[in-house]
């Protein structure tokens, strides 16, 4: 079966530009999590979906980041005006439902802001 | 912040021999999950412990977890050449058990 999907792999923009990132999470998980890899670091927690919820954006870390998610299906992570400290790879992940089930990853998009 | 803390922050092995990384937390959890991850891409789930639960194995991996020290450690026996990787721990809170919070991670090297 299918696992979590991004795109694109790899992003290079230049400082100023905006950027829409793409998740395809896994068939019939009903909730969606963004998180944020800074080079050598752990992932930061960036937003979450949970079906027809209000999504918790308590991770955004700033007004230029924000996320749609279309139903139970695909999300789109949009960061408007890009800065150099936004290059990351950013990495999205589905489950089953909320709480403790278990997270599946995606392979992330590489952003690079030049 | 970050709520998991890892060390070490790097780890080099001879293959065959035990690995043991540690992991630190601050605030009541629901649970402690470990990833995988390689080449800084997609992150795999290896396991997850319950707060109620104090040591799990899957395979050659054992975690156990000190509720009463906030911290847990994970023992990848046999160590493999393919077990090169950074594995992170990843902590859900009480409150908001959706929300991982993950440390910065062991770099993992099993030399062959």
């Known amino acids: 079966g299918a696992g979590v999907s991004q795109s694109p792999s790899n992003k290079v923009t230049e400082k100023g530009k905006d950027v829409e990132l793409r998740c395809d999470p896994i068939s019939g998980h009903t909730a969606l999590y963004w998180y944020r890899q800074r080079l050598g670091q752990g992932l930061e927690f960036l937003i979450y979906?949970?079906?027809?919820?209000?999504?918790?954006k308590s991770g955004l870390p700033s007004d230029r980041f924000s996320a749609e998610r279309t139903g139970e299906s695909v999300s789109t992570l949009t960061i408007q005006r890009t800065q150099q400290e936004d290059s990351a790879v950013y990495l999205c992940?589905?489950?089953?439902?909320?709480?403790?089930?278990?997270?599946?990853f995606g392979p992330g998009t590489r952003l690079t802001v030049l | 912040s970050q709520q998991g803390e890892e060390d070490p922050q790097a780890l080099s092995i001879q293959e065959g021999e035990n690995a043991t990384m540690n992991c630190s937390y601050k605030?009541?959890?629901?649970?402690l999950q470990w990833y995988r991850q390689n080449s800084g891409r997609g992150l795999v789930h290896l396991i997850l412990?319950?707060?109620?639960?104090r040591e799990k194995h899957s395979g050659r991996l054992r975690v156990t977890l000190d509720t009463s020290k906030k911290s847990s450690s994970l023992l990848i026996t046999a160590s493999r050449a393919a077990d090169t990787a950074s594995y992170f721990c990843a902590t859900a809170r009480v409150d908001s058990s959706y929300k991982l919070i993950f440390g910065s991670g062991t770099r993992l090297l099993v030399r062959p």
């Open positions: 979906f949970q079906g027809n919820s209000a999504p918790d």
């Open positions: 412990i319950r707060s109620n639960e």
């Open positions: 992940a589905s489950s089953l439902g909320q709480g403790i089930d278990t997270q599946y």
């Open positions: 605030t009541s959890i629901n649970n």
